[in-house]
């Protein structure tokens, strides 16, 4: 199961950070992600952490500004998110049993948290 936490209201320029929490499985070997859903729109990868060498990929949009990180001995993985938009508003989720930077290719997902960016 993954549990995610940390999302809320915060103005234009501001910080969050989430936590997805990991429980049964092999998080260690599990490639992690978090993906994002904005009204209206699809949902849209966001990053993702390489279960094997720690190697991370970012979505253009948030590249130099959100950074994602993982720890093992607590299996949770992180989304430190700065300089937050108003475009960054959206339901994220966490997700692993990737093969994929892809939706369609996410074999487990966590519950949504909402993140409001107000400008």
């Known amino acids: 199961q993954l549990q995610a936490s940390g999302g809320g209201l915060v103005q234009s320029g501001g910080s969050l950070r989430l936590s997805c929490a990991a429980s049964?499985?092999?998080?260690?070997?599990?490639?992690m992600a978090w993906f994002r859903r904005a009204a209206g729109l699809e949902r849209e990868f966001v990053a993702g952490?390489?279960?094997?060498?720690?190697?991370?990929a970012y979505a253009h949009s948030v590249k130099g500004r959100f950074t994602i990180t993982r720890d093992n001995a607590k299996n949770t993985v992180y989304l430190e998110m700065n300089i937050l938009r108003p475009e960054d508003t959206a339901v994220y989720y966490c997700?692993?049993?990737?093969?994929?930077?892809?939706?369609?290719?996410?074999?487990?997902w966590g519950q949504g948290t909402l993140v409001t960016v107000s400008s």
């Open positions: 952490i390489d279960w094997s060498r720690g190697t991370t």
């Open positions: 997700a692993a049993d990737l093969t994929g930077w892809r939706a369609e290719w996410v074999g487990s």
């Open positions: 049964g499985g092999t998080f260690r070997r599990n490639t």
